[in-house]
């Protein structure tokens, strides 16, 4: 199962927890306070198509 996530995975890696911490940390900053009503995918390109043939 993990091989076919990375498969469909456009950056061709699992993510580590340290990445969605840092999108996390962004959202609650203060470089984040213009961004309203929006959704953040950290999944390494998986919520806009298949990887690469």
Same mark, same amino acid.
């Given at each position: 199962?993990? %091989? +076919?996530? @990375?498969?469909?995975? /456009?950056?061709?890696?699992?993510? +580590?927890?340290? %990445?969605?911490?840092?999108?996390?940390?962004?959202?609650?900053? %203060?470089?984040?306070?213009? @961004?309203?009503?929006?959704?953040?995918?950290?999944?390494?390109?998986?919520? @806009?198509?298949?990887? /690469?043939?």
């Amino acid at each position: 199962v993990r %091989e +076919k996530a @990375i498969a469909a995975t /456009p950056l061709g890696r699992a993510g +580590k927890p340290l %990445e969605v911490a840092y999108a996390a940390l962004f959202l609650v900053s %203060e470089e984040s306070s213009f @961004i309203t009503g929006q959704v953040l995918f950290v999944d390494g390109g998986r919520s @806009i198509g298949a990887a /690469p043939a």
